[in-house]
């Protein structure tokens, strides 16, 4: 052997391997094809319903989205007796083939793609039919196709090949072997005696391989087995593997395809766990299961039998892998709580690993809610994207606002599509931040977001590599295992506190803001819905709507999925999202209406207007009824007749004239271009804004981002400002009003700047024709205010923000997600902005700052180009945010007072006549739920899931502790505490005095307690 140098033995041997490649296959005859094509998939049984085409290689079948049945037809050749036969086939789409009932078998995916190749080849077109062929076998198979790659992109629509094929397995073999050996040589340490020996055998076997026959084959195999048969010595990292398929439920195709996707998968991996004896697979997200139960039963079936066996891995706890920006508070528990019981349900097993490999952010209560959820681990890598700060750890104890702790894993291949490949081993220990703490790491192989899985590639080369000299060992065994062995290790492990911040995609907060505000309404419905649905129970209704809100409850929580609920999704997913979201908003208020009026009934009030409250405090507000709005006290958890809950009102108080509007509490003054230039409080004798400064600006930036990201210098390039057009200002009723309309370009907005009648917010109600393209509408308030903290709502309690930008950390985190309210506070005055449907702010100094709109052009090209309604208000107040009650005023926005009975106007009801306060005799009231401390939020009430019982989930808003006394205004027989999962966690009940229990809390402690209210 010459002594070359490694860079040629390097470009021969990766020639040689190519060779090898092409030599694996010998088409031996040519299959007949017809497909029958329909715009949107048809049953097995209808499969000849579509156009009827005859095909060869090369001819064109579909457009974008078009599906097919494709009937594949052959005959094996006499020639190849004895010799092992596959199918090629690749119709430029995805292809499920399937048995004589029409139930998958096997997913076949075309190699073209815009995936990287790094990760793997995408494609998977080889199809097994014997190993040892007789001749004249008959060929005879249906393909349901999508004229679509993985990723939802359109690949010309051509058939590109249908042949049969004679397949030499030691070829085949030979190629795995080279490829694994070739890239361990690129890995291994250079200058290692074991890097010097795998060049030179590659490099002989090359010489040996100038000829692929037989012989050459056999020598070539000999020289390289003893390479393969090296093992490791001692384990210094020991890696987990497991196969998975990370399923987008939409993103760059419409729902429809992912379930079509689901089954491709799925029938593939049952085919390789037959082929491979090591072979451990996992999925996640329950709805996927649903859709595979529902559509493909027989698949199912086959499913239940290796989640059975041991070899598939059931994994996560939640119903999708949702976004937990945006997400609402008990939208994630809801998530847990239908995730976990349908696992158990069909599968007998409990979950208790959290799988959110892809989800742009972690919202600091998450490990409250695993904790009480019985999820003891946590996996996730998608933090290796963020753009400036690495985050120092892949094995930690991740603590959450409350303190509780949950242990988590981050691959430190940092992707969840591993070649599985020696690059991939090497990176993993490579990597690993905490190798030096911990003995194990997990690997994640396969192809995912638009599904695919393993293929032999993968599970080839992880035959080679249980224990190669050169690399780590590689066991192919649950995640579950892996964390009960990360386990051991946990008490050395570092704790990181706070929320899990990813450092890209803050575009997401705002895009697609329809969806966005219909996933608000849905959360605010629903928990309407059952709050008024459990009085209804408690007052001895037995129309409690179970199923209903079960089932609307878990679309939502599909729409929650992490590339729907985010906005970065393609447009037909959010033309049918918003269609479908109307739909169950009109049925969640129709359910709502119902309840409420049984409610009426059983307290004796059908007939005339009864207003309702489901906050857990009194509220002084404005409703309207019959037209008119009326002014009145309503108590918590409960609900008055409208008669008797007339307050006292004064509109002398309100002014409304040429640039100002005032009330009993606030003066606000405004520019001749629309913005404010002052709020001034009237009972704290001070201003909220800045002198020479201005709020409620509303400033056009240009962005040229997709969905996920937008420009973070945005602020350096200013489009301009929503132009005045015209101003009105008038009192009408309890409002002192000043009418906005603004131009920019080809949008429209109408602004209604507003004060009630004693209230303490200036209100924004906006309605936008918006119609830009490549631009960010932002609104920003200068306050008053200078503190280094913005303090900002999340879901059961709310996390300090940094408003300065000091560190490369805080720079990164300009654009950050809140609910409800963002709050700047001095120990002695704060101003906070409300809303009723955004996420997306910039706190910067002593300026709030709120992302309105933007309208990127990728995946969707009208994105936002809609009409929308928004409402956000300005919220001065003396002390700081929680002796001021900011979370409450937020709540108060989102959740409405409630009118029914009698004659229905719209979401409210109304009757003829006017309304006049009652005389001096017993206000017909009932408070149903109370508690007596003010950081005590009631975050939900709802029937049990298993029996007719009440749950109460209630957590502490303010980060403080609480000890808080919780009444009931309607017989208790008991009352338990449950963990999320609604399983009690004590021996003996909560002692009941006074009709009530005593509850200590510790800072944004969440609580659940179940009511039983009958025998």
């Not at 508070?329 to 809801?334: C, F, N």
């Not at 709020?679 to 400033?699: C, I, Q, S, W």
């Not at 009698?902 to 001096?920: C, L, Q």
């Amino acid at each position: 052997m010459p002594y070359e140098i490694s860079k040629v033995i390097k470009d021969k041997t990766a020639v040689t391997l190519e060779r090898l490649r092409e030599a694996i296959y010998r088409p031996v005859a040519s299959l007949g094809v017809e497909a029958w094509v329909t715009e949107e998939p048809v049953s097995y049984e209808e499969r000849t319903k579509g156009e009827q085409l005859r095909l060869v290689p090369g001819d064109r079948w579909g457009k974008l989205w078009d599906c097919a049945w494709f009937h594949f037809w052959g005959t094996v050749p006499e020639s190849a007796f004895g010799q092992k036969i596959v199918l090629l086939i690749d119709v430029n789409g995805e292809l499920c083939l399937v048995d004589e009932e029409g139930s998958p078998i096997q997913g076949l995916t075309n190699i073209n793609s815009e995936f990287d190749f790094e990760l793997g080849l995408p494609g998977k077109r080889v199809v097994d039919v014997t190993s040892s062929a007789q001749g004249g076998e008959v060929i005879d198979l249906w393909g349901d196709a999508g004229c679509n790659d993985l990723f939802g992109r359109y690949r010309s629509g051509t058939l590109k090949e249908a042949d049969i094929a004679v397949c030499d397995e030691s070829v085949r073999k030979l190629f795995y072997d080279f490829e694994v050996l070739l890239e361990l040589a690129e890995h291994v340490a250079p200058g290692s005696s074991r890097k010097a020996r795998l060049e030179r055998k590659l490099y002989e076997a090359s010489n040996v391989l100038v000829v692929i026959n037989e012989e050459t084959v056999r020598r070539a195999t000999e020289l390289l087995a003893p390479e393969l048969a090296r093992q490791g010595g001692d384990v210094e990292l020991r890696i987990s593997a497991i196969g998975h398929a990370h399923i987008d439920l939409a993103w760059l195709w419409p729902i429809r395809e992912t379930i079509r996707k689901g089954a491709r998968t799925f029938s593939t991996v049952l085919r390789n766990l037959e082929k491979y004896p090591d072979y451990m697979f996992g999925a996640s997200q329950p709805q996927l299961y649903q859709w595979m139960k529902e559509h493909y039963p027989k698949l199912y079936s086959r499913i239940k039998e290796r989640v059975q066996e041991g070899r598939w891995e059931l994994q996560g706890a939640m119903w999708v892998e949702p976004d937990t920006n945006i997400s609402g508070g008990e939208a994630l528990v809801r998530q847990i709580l239908y995730g976990k019981r349908f696992f158990q349900k069909e599968f007998g097993q409990d979950m208790r690993v959290l799988w959110l490999p892809d989800v742009f952010g972690y919202s600091g209560s998450l490990p409250q809610l695993l904790a009480l959820s019985g999820v003891d681990y946590m996996m996730t890598q998608k933090l290796s994207w963020s753009t400036y700060n690495k985050h120092p750890h892949h094995s930690f104890i991740w603590e959450g606002i409350d303190g509780t702790g949950v242990l988590t894993h981050l691959p430190p291949e940092d992707t969840y599509n591993s070649p599985a490949a020696p690059r991939s081993i090497a990176k993993i220990e490579r990597e690993y931040l905490d190798k030096n703490i911990s003995d194990h790491a997990l690997m994640l192989f396969g192809i995912g977001d638009g599904g695919g899985g393993p293929g032999e590639e993968h599970l080839e080369r992880l035959a080679r590599e249980k224990n190669l000299s050169g690399v780590p060992p590689v066991v192919q065994e649950s995640s579950l295992a892996f964390f009960q062995r990360l386990e051991k290790e946990a008490a050395s492990l570092h704790r990181f506190r706070g929320e899990l911040y990813l450092e890209k995609h803050q575009g997401t907060l705002t895009s697609q803001a329809r969806n966005k505000r219909y996933n608000r309404q849905m959360e605010v419905a629903l928990r309407e819905v059952e709050f008024a649905a459990s009085l209804a129970l408690a007052l001895g209704g037995k129309g409690y709507p179970a199923e209903s809100l079960e089932r609307i409850w878990k679309e939502t929580l599909l729409y929650q999925f992490h590339d729907i609920l985010p906005g970065s999704s393609i447009k037909r997913v959010y033309d049918e999202s918003l269609v479908r979201y109307a739909a169950l908003l009109e049925e969640t208020k129709a359910l709502l209406g119902a309840a409420y009026e049984e409610v009426a009934e059983r307290l004796g009030l059908l007939g005339e207007p009864v207003v309702f409250n489901s906050l857990p405090w009194e509220r002084r507000e404005w409703v309207e009824w019959n037209g008119e709005w009326v002014a009145v006290r309503v108590p918590g958890m409960g609900g008055i007749a409208l008669k008797d809950a007339i307050a006292e009102a004064d509109h002398n108080s309100l002014r409304a004239e040429a640039g100002q509007l005032e009330n009993s509490q606030l003066r606000v003054t405004f520019a001749e271009d629309g913005s404010l230039i002052s709020v001034y409080d009237k009972v704290a004798g001070r201003e909220a804004l800045r002198a020479n400064e201005r709020g409620n600006v509303l400033t056009v930036y240009y962005d040229n981002g997709d969905a996920w990201d937008f420009p973070r210098d945005y602020r350096s390039t200013v489009a301009g400002v929503m132009q005045l057009e015209s101003v009105e200002y008038t009192v009408k009723g309890h409002r002192a009003i000043a009418e906005q309309r603004y131009c920019f370009g080809e949008s429209t907005m109408k602004l209604t700047v507003s004060l009630s009648e004693g209230g303490v917010v200036v209100e924004f109600d906006a309605e936008v024709d918006w119609r830009e393209s490549g631009k960010m509408l932002r609104t920003s308030f200068a306050t008053a205010i200078d503190t280094g903290q913005a303090n900002c709502e999340i879901q059961f309690g709310y996390l300090k923000r940094s408003t300065t930008r000091n560190t490369l950390e805080e720079m990164a985190k300009d654009e950050i997600c809140a609910h409800r309210y963002v709050d700047l506070s001095q120990p002695d005055y704060g101003v906070a902005i409300l809303n009723d449907c955004k996420y997306g702010y910039q706190a910067e100094g002593h300026v709030l700052d709120l992302n309105l709109l933007r309208s990127s052009s990728y995946p969707d090209p009208e994105a936002d180009q809609a009409l929308h309604e928004f409402r956000y208000a300005l919220l001065p107040h003396e002390g700081d945010f929680i002796t001021a009650e900011v979370p409450r005023r937020g709540y108060e926005l989102n959740v409405p007072l409630f009118v029914a009975g009698g004659k229905k106007s719209g979401n409210e009801s109304a009757t003829s006549g006017e309304v006049s306060a009652g005389g001096s005799g017993t206000r017909r009231e009932l408070e149903w739920l109370s508690v007596d401390h003010p950081n005590v939020m009631v975050e939900a009430v709802k029937k049990a899931e298993d029996s007719g019982d009440i749950v109460i989930r209630l957590y502490e808003y303010a980060g403080t502790t609480a000890n808080a006394h919780f009444s009931f205004g309607l017989p208790c027989l008991e009352a338990w505490e449950t963990n999320l999962m609604e399983e009690t966690i004590a021996s003996a009940p909560l002692e009941l005095n006074s009709n009530g229990f005593e509850l200590a809390l510790r800072p944004f402690e969440i609580k659940t307690i179940l009511l039983k209210i009958a025998e």
